[in-house]
């Protein structure tokens, strides 16, 4: 369901993301699928940003689709931007996931407040 690869040194609670994973996919209609998380460095983040999204800045959470069928896309977390920012890291990994699944909070402001509402509800069912 979900493959973490940490290239950082970020402690990362693998149980956790995968319960959110799961959480979110399912509430999604989406169980059966997979994703790939990465946990990656600002420097990483960054170069990724400007290549892909012409922001030469480092961001939270990048989302990459794949066209397999098998797998949804990467979500890459940069976790001392997470932290920098003051960030829950459930929420910027829930906000990722919903990325991957068609979500757009740039398209406009119906869609940004239905995104916010959906992370909300998935990070209020969560086991603190």
Known sequence: M??????????VDKKLF???????????????ETLS??????????????????KNKP???LSFELK???CLGEI???PEIVQEKKEDIRKVFIHGIL???????????????E???KEEKYLSKLKV
């Open 18 to 32: 995968t319960a959110i994973a799961k959480k979110v996919l399912i509430g999604e209609n989406k169980g059966k």
């Open 2 to 11: 979900i493959e973490i690869n940490n290239l950082t040194s970020f402690a």
């Open 37 to 54: 998380l990465a946990f990656v460095s600002k420097e990483e983040i960054k170069k990724l940003n400007k290549k892909f999204r012409g």
């Open 99 to 113: 990325h991957l699944l068609g979500y757009d909070h740039e398209k406009s402001k119906m869609e940004a407040e």
């Open 115 to 117: 995104m916010e509402k």
């Open 76 to 78: 890459l977390i940069c």
């Open 59 to 61: 961001t939270d959470v």
């Open 68 to 70: 397999e069928k098998e």
